[in-house]
């Protein structure tokens, strides 16, 4: 574990602040949920929780299905990582962090389309082999969980009406089966 060099008091009321550097570094946000984990040795580990981790397997089948269907790569992501990809190389983008461009497309809440001219919006940080020609964000119960997204690799061939409206369904989709 990386020692940070911050310490930190727990109030009368067993609370604990996480250092602003620290949420910021891990994009915590107010009212995200953690994992709280004990060792043996006395450490506590808090983890960020992904609501999107229990539905890996449906959203490994949809993203390999979208991807046949249009022979175009597909990703889904939670609010912070890759979590599933398919026509595309899975050690380059599985499990890696999302860029900063992408959660902001997901804030937007909107079916984002990439134009023909546009600038190529990355889908991880520091990674620019794949850009985004759709991105369709999961919302559930009002709130963003993750993106459906379709990947481009050298920006030729601009997204059509087919890949928009697949990752339109697969998102409402995704979204449903977190609502149950």
Same mark, same amino acid.
């Given at each position: 574990?990386?020692?940070?060099?911050?310490?930190?008091?727990?109030?009368?009321?067993?609370?604990? @602040?996480?250092?602003?550097?620290?949420?910021?570094?891990?994009?915590?946000?107010?009212?995200?949920?953690?994992?709280?984990?004990?060792?043996?040795?006395?450490?506590?580990?808090?983890?960020?929780?992904?609501?999107?981790?229990?539905?890996?397997?449906?959203?490994?089948?949809?993203?390999?299905?979208?991807?046949?269907?249009?022979?175009?790569?597909?990703?889904?992501?939670?609010?912070?990582?890759?979590?599933?990809?398919?026509?595309?190389?899975?050690?380059?983008?599985?499990?890696?962090?999302?860029?900063?461009?992408?959660?902001?497309?997901?804030?937007?809440?909107?079916?984002?389309?990439?134009?023909?001219?546009?600038?190529?919006?990355?889908?991880?940080?520091?990674?620019?082999?794949?850009?985004?020609? @759709?991105?369709?964000?999961?919302?559930?119960?009002?709130?963003?969980?993750?993106?459906?997204?379709?990947?481009?690799?050298?920006?030729?061939?601009?997204?059509?009406?087919?890949?928009?409206?697949?990752?339109?369904?697969?998102?409402?989709?995704?979204?449903?089966?977190?609502?149950?």
């Amino acid at each position: 574990m990386k020692a940070t060099g911050i310490v930190r008091r727990i109030d009368d009321l067993g609370r604990v @602040v996480i250092p602003k550097e620290i949420r910021r570094t891990l994009r915590i946000r107010d009212g995200d949920p953690l994992e709280i984990y004990t060792e043996k040795d006395g450490e506590v580990i808090f983890k960020k929780y992904s609501p999107m981790g229990g539905l890996s397997e449906y959203a490994s089948q949809i993203c390999d299905s979208m991807s046949k269907t249009t022979n175009c790569p597909a990703a889904i992501t939670d609010r912070d990582s890759v979590i599933s990809v398919c026509g595309a190389p899975r050690r380059e983008l599985a499990e890696k962090r999302i860029s900063g461009e992408l959660e902001q497309l997901m804030e937007c809440r909107q079916l984002y389309r990439r134009k023909p001219a546009e600038r190529a919006v990355p889908v991880i940080d520091g990674e620019n082999s794949y850009s985004i020609a @759709v991105a369709c964000p999961i919302i559930s119960e009002g709130d963003v969980m993750g993106c459906v997204v379709f990947l481009d690799s050298d920006g030729a061939n601009p997204p059509g009406d087919t890949e928009c409206k697949l990752a339109t369904m697969a998102s409402k989709y995704l979204g449903k089966q977190m609502e149950s």
